[in-house]
């Protein structure tokens, strides 16, 4: 049974399109990520949510907007598609509020923009 | 402002041979320190961490690291490199409170037969 399941583990569009990755955890956990990692390994920290609420918004472009309908969901949608967004996306949760706590991580989404 | 030096992008060792990946932070106050560990098309799993105690922790797959202050370094060893060790190491570290924590660029491991 999945702990943090990210859906789709592969995306493939063309330049100015639309598209959606979704993430579920049921772990229990009360803050939920999403990190971006390039074709070289930076892991960068885009959004953070705790239990539905907005704490972390790194700068990050407006075509990136984040939704958690309730604490175990946390959604990415992104705008007009640009080559740049290639990259994989990680959905990852922790436990509570302190800085000890692991984070656990999601398998990864492949998003490529053609 | 906290952040984390990862030295070596790239760390290339013979198999069983003794793998050292570094790891430098800065922090105003003492932090908890994370290794997370990255194999291909995977999401990153914890190796381990220091909040406090021990400065030597040890972590899955035969992992240690040493937390020293004096130096700023969560230095991460093991004895003797196996294949199955070839990935992408990540240091991270984490305030005492906030959820937020901050990841070093990673240093991919090789291990040469």
């Known amino acids: 049974d999945t702990a943090v399941s990210q859906t789709p583990k592969y995306l493939v569009t063309q330049m100015g399109n639309d598209k959606s990755i979704k993430c579920e955890q049921n772990?229990?956990?009360?803050?939920m990520y999403w990190y971006k990692q390039d074709s070289k390994k930076f892991l960068k920290i885009m959004f953070s949510?705790?239990?539905?609420?907005?704490?972390i918004n790194e700068t990050v472009p407006n075509r990136f907007s984040p939704k958690s309908p309730d604490k175990a969901h946390l959604n990415l949608h992104i705008n007009s598609l640009e080559l740049g967004d290639s990259a994989v996306y990680f959905c990852?949760?922790?436990?509570?509020?302190?800085?000890?706590?692991?984070?656990?991580f999601g398998a990864g989404s492949r998003l490529t923009v053609l | 402002a906290q952040s984390v030096t990862q030295l070596g992008s790239h760390v290339s060792v013979s198999e069983g041979a003794l793998v050292l990946l570094r790891c430098n932070y800065s922090?105003?106050?003492?932090?908890?320190l994370f290794w997370y560990v990255q194999y291909p098309n995977q999401g990153l799993q914890l190796l381990l961490k220091?909040?406090?105690?021990?400065?030597l922790v040890k972590g899955i797959n035969g992992f240690e690291a040493e937390f020293k202050k004096s130096e700023t370094s969560f230095h991460l060893t093991k004895p003797s490199a196996h294949m199955s060790d070839a990935a992408e190491y990540f240091c991270?570290?984490?305030?005492?409170?906030?959820?937020?924590?901050?990841f070093g660029t990673g240093t991919s491991l090789t291990v040469i037969p």
């Open positions: 949510y705790n239990n539905k609420e907005l704490i």
């Open positions: 220091y909040t406090t105690g021990a400065t």
């Open positions: 772990l229990g956990h009360d803050t």
């Open positions: 991270a570290v984490s305030r005492n409170t906030g959820n937020q924590f901050y």
């Open positions: 922090s105003s106050v003492p932090p908890y």
């Open positions: 990852a949760s922790v436990r509570g509020h302190s800085g000890a706590n692991v984070l656990t």
